[in-house]
């Protein structure tokens, strides 16, 4: 009987994988990055938009006035980027105390920034579901080459929407 033993691969079999491989990670790596930076920067949006419905939904459910407000508005190319949560001003002093708020969002991360044009740290729903004042905020990753961002535009009538576009973020 013929048997053959040799069930294998050859050297020069292994290296031409290898080289394959290699040559797919380097075309691959690049893109999955992109896939992570658009991923935070959705993430980014879907957040700061939740807050807003939250503080909406809450205002017209409990007949009340509810605030969004930032964390730490003390830069001022930043000042939503650093975190914000949504409450209830409870003393009238324009801000939410500790034990006032309903949910609170940490700051971003990898370089995502969140800028009001109008340099506006919070925002009030009526009872009704309206905003005391619209804005712009331009939300920005600046880890890309190029400007890579949204406008999020919340409307006095306390309605938000987000367009995609390069933005001036610096």
């Known amino acids: ?82 975190g914000f949560r949504v409450g209830i001003d409870g003393d009238g002093d324009g801000a939410i105390a500790a034990g006032e708020a309903l949910q609170t969002w940490p700051a971003f991360e990898g370089g995502i920034t969140l800028d009001s044009d109008g340099d506006i740290a919070s925002f009030t729903y009526d009872a009704n579901g309206v905003v005391d004042s619209g804005d712009t905020l331009d939300l920005c990753d600046s880890q890309r080459s190029g400007e890579t961002g949204r406008e999020i535009t919340i409307a006095n009538t306390g309605r938000v929407s987000v367009t995609d576009r390069s933005l001036n973020c610096s």
């Open 1 to 82: 009987m013929d048997m053959k033993t040799n069930r294998g691969f050859t050297l020069i079999e292994l290296m031409i994988t290898l080289v394959v491989a290699a040559i797919l990670l380097t075309v691959a790596i690049p893109s999955f990055f992109s896939v992570i930076q658009n991923n935070r920067l959705t993430t980014a949006t879907n957040a700061f938009i939740t807050a807003m419905t939250l503080a909406r939904s809450e205002a017209v459910k409990r007949g009340a006035d509810v605030m969004v407000d930032t964390i730490d508005s003390s830069d001022g190319s930043n000042e939503w980027g650093r």
